[in-house]
């Protein structure tokens, strides 16, 4: 024992058991580990028995007694199985312990590599740094330096300004430098741009001078081209005022195409001149550029008006030398519109935009027209003739020829609205003439041959339709001509102007008609009188009633009633003169000695309706009258008894007064067919509306029913008739269906 206490081997194995030994779970693991390794190979040795490892190790350790029996063990041990597996271990152990000290060098280098790169990044951000204070530095080079040719630029740029100068006073003053030359204009706005820029820049060095030498150089160029553009037009001019006078022929003189010698040869010739006029109106709101397009313009049109004026002078008054009015107004118009949109389009050859020049040129030819118009509208009194007159300007002219025309009438336009003023005076004139004719009208006895005159026109026209002819046939011949000049007049004017005279005719001829009813009244008797006047005034309600005016003014009179109540008060001693008071009548006299504005509102619609009712009241109390004469004579009778009882006038209420009262009564009843019928045919006479006559008729069915109804009253109280109002009534409107 104490040998093997003191073998070393043994106390080796003995401390490497004690320092590797695995517990049972441990062992148990492994060995279903090599299980699933070598499949049916049995475990090694050592891991058998694994239950009892303890006893095992002794088992095995207690065979090994001498260093002899250790070598043998160990040498078995290489011929084990188990050995081989355990050898298995080993060099697992032997690569794990490879991998280690690999992966050992490969932290060791991966921390050198590290470490590398932490000294790499702070080298890494000290170049960053450096860089971009390099790159700022650049940059800041680089807009210097852009600041820098910039500033170079601008100043090669301004200095420019001073420094062409040079050139352009080379070039304009060379002998051979003229307005077709291809320099001629870009040159010209090279000054333009100079000019401005100077302008814009005052307090650069010498600016004034340079200033003074671009403005001689611009005044020299712009007079170049006024003087080349008013050659070509002056020249124009004279070839063809030379071709006119050469020429045989007088047709092609008078017409304004585009193929005459007026507008032919100027548009060839504006191909020359439209490029500079369009440079000049792109430039026309500098001054002096304006200057020169006013005057080229000026020089345009005063060629245009040598050329033209005396062509047009002489077409329009061969014009006005027509007996034809009309013609002479509608060709003299439709000339000039002609010459308006003719000029208007040539001017377009030459310039964009429209001048006033053109405006001033076509109103001279149009004032033409009207200066050789004006004396023969004076001289003209038909009222017909001014009317057709400013028909032919306003609806032929006006409202369809210009609106054809476009832009080119609006010269010719306002002078065809000043010739139509001029015709509208001149009718308002003549109307307001006309007018006093009708209030001096004397009629003739034909005139006033009513119903004579009726009849005959009646009859004439007994076969024909034609209700407008008969009318004016029948019609007093003051109201016929105040309805023609209405009826003219009315389309023809303005409404206000026509609405005065309208009023002023309508007076004019009621008071006519008032004459005419008076003399009727005497010669025919007041029934034909107020059936004249009745037709007439009917006939003059309807025809104003589509005339859009008021026919009616407000009268402004000045009252001074007042101051002669007070001068009255004050003479009459009515209030003191020394009165200390506001008693005194000096003091009244000055406080009411202030006009009063008195206003008052005339309507002649109005008067006609009052003065066409008031006839027919008339007209109905006399035609009533005649056929109740018998009832208001036994009314009469029947009061004068009343009022003197006992004598010989009163009634005596026998037997005979109630034969009296039926008799009056029948001559009544008998009388209503007759009366009717009379009444009826001098309706159909005079009344032309249905509306008239029955308002006629119902108001003497009124007037004969309250006349019957006074006879009944009286009668009835005294003799207890059995008469009744009603009956009467249904006879007269049976009557008076039966004749209608």
């Given amino acids: 024992n104490n040998d093997k206490k003191g073998d070393p081997m043994s106390n080796l194995f003995n401390l490497w058991n004690d320092n590797t030994g695995l517990s049972d779970k441990e062992l148990l693991n492994i060995n279903s580990l090599l299980v699933s390794i070598n499949g049916d190979r049995d475990p090694p040795l050592k891991f058998k028995h694994a239950n009892t490892p303890a006893d095992s190790d002794t088992h095995h350790l207690q065979q090994i007694q001498s260093l002899e029996q250790f070598y043998q063990w160990y040498s078995s041990l290489h011929d084990d199985d188990s050995f081989n597996v355990n050898n298995e271990y080993i060099k697992r152990l032997k690569q794990i312990k490879k991998y280690n000290e690999v992966l050992d060098s490969l932290i060791s280098d991966i921390t050198f590599s590290l470490d590398t790169l932490e000294d790499i990044e702070s080298r890494y951000n000290v170049v960053s740094k450096k860089t971009e204070e390099l790159h700022q530095t650049c940059e800041g080079l680089v807009a210097e330096e852009e600041h820098m040719k910039f500033f170079v630029d601008s100043l090669r740029n301004k200095l420019s300004y001073f420094m062409d100068i040079e050139h352009i006073t080379k070039q304009y003053h060379k002998p051979s430098f003229s307005v077709h030359d291809d320099e001629f204009l870009p040159l010209l706005k090279r000054i333009d741009e100079c000019l401005t820029f100077l302008h814009d820049n005052p307090t650069f060095k010498e600016s004034e001078t340079y200033i003074m030498k671009y403005k001689v150089l611009q005044n020299r160029a712009l007079t170049m081209i006024k003087n080349h553009i008013v050659s070509i037009f002056k020249s124009t001019t004279e070839e063809i005022l030379q071709l006119v006078e050469d020429s045989d022929t007088t047709e092609w003189k008078n017409d304004f195409t585009a193929d005459s010698s007026y507008y032919f040869n100027v548009k060839a010739k504006a191909f020359d001149v439209k ?81 006033p020049g053109l405006r001033m040129l076509l109103e001279g030819f149009a004032t033409t027209l009207y200066d050789n118009m004006r004396p023969i509208i004076i001289r003209c009194i038909s009222i017909d003739t001014l009317c057709g007159l400013i028909d032919i300007l306003r609806n032929e002219i006006i409202l369809k020829e210009i609106p054809k025309k476009g ?49 005959e ?27 023609k000049c209405l009826s003219k007049l009315y389309e023809s004017i303005d409404n206000i102007s026509f609405d005065g ?147 010989e006038n009163s009634i005596d209420k026998s037997e005979q007064y109630y034969e009296t009262v039926k008799q009056v009564n029948q001559e009544f009843v008998e009388a209503i067919e007759p009366f009717l019928n009379n009444f009826v045919l001098k309706m159909d006479l005079y009344v032309s509306q249905n509306d008239i006559e029955d308002n006629i008729f119902h108001f003497l069915r009124r007037k004969i029913k309250n006349r019957y109804s006074k006879f009944l009253e009286v009668t009835k109280q005294e003799c207890n008739t059995d008469i009744e109002i009603r009956e009467v009534l249904e006879l007269l409107d049976e009557e008076y269906n039966k004749n209608l």
């Fill in 275 to 355: 490029t500079l006029c369009r440079e000049i109106e792109i430039r026309s709101h500098q001054r002096e550029y304006e200057s020169l397009l006013a005057d080229i313009h000026y020089v345009y049109f005063q060629q245009r008006r040598e050329l033209l004026k005396d062509k047009v002078d002489r077409v329009l008054f061969e014009l006005c030398t027509s007996n034809d009015i009309f013609h002479m107004v509608r060709s003299g118009c439709l000339y000039l519109i002609e010459a308006c949109v003719a000029e208007y389009n040539l001017q377009k050859n030459f310039f964009n935009t429209i001048s």
């Fill in 407 to 455: 832009d080119s009438m609006e010269a010719f336009k306002p002078i065809i609205n000043r010739m139509i003023e001029d015709i509208q005076e001149r009718l308002i004139f003549q109307s307001q003439r006309h007018i006093r004719n009708i209030s001096n009208y004397v009629p003739s006895e034909m005139d006033l041959n009513y119903p004579e005159k009726l009849m």
């Fill in 457 to 483: 026109a009646k009859n004439n026209h007994k076969n024909e339709d034609s209700e407008e002819l008969l009318q004016w046939d029948i019609i007093y011949p003051s109201l016929e001509k105040t309805l």
């Fill in 501 to 647: 005279i309208a009023q002023e005719a309508i007076n004019v001829c009621m008071d006519s008609l008032n004459k005419a009813y008076e003399n009727l009244a005497k010669t025919k008797g007041n029934e034909d009188a107020h059936l004249f006047l009745i037709m007439h005034l009917s006939i003059l309600q309807q025809f104003i009633i589509p005339f859009d005016v008021s026919f009616s003014f407000e009268q402004t009179s000045i009252d001074m009633s007042h101051v002669l109540d007070a001068i009255k008060n004050m003479f009459n001693g009515q209030k003191s003169l020394f009165a200390f008071s506001k008693d005194n009548a000096l003091y009244s006299l000055l406080m009411s000695a202030t006009p009063r504005i008195k206003k008052s509102e005339i309507n002649y619609k109005e008067n006609i309706n009052t003065r066409l009712e008031q006839a027919k009241q008339e007209y109905t109390d006399i035609v009533a009258s005649s056929l109740c004469q018998p009832l208001s004579d036994f009314l009469k009778e029947y009061s004068i008894s009343l009022n003197n009882p006992g004598t």
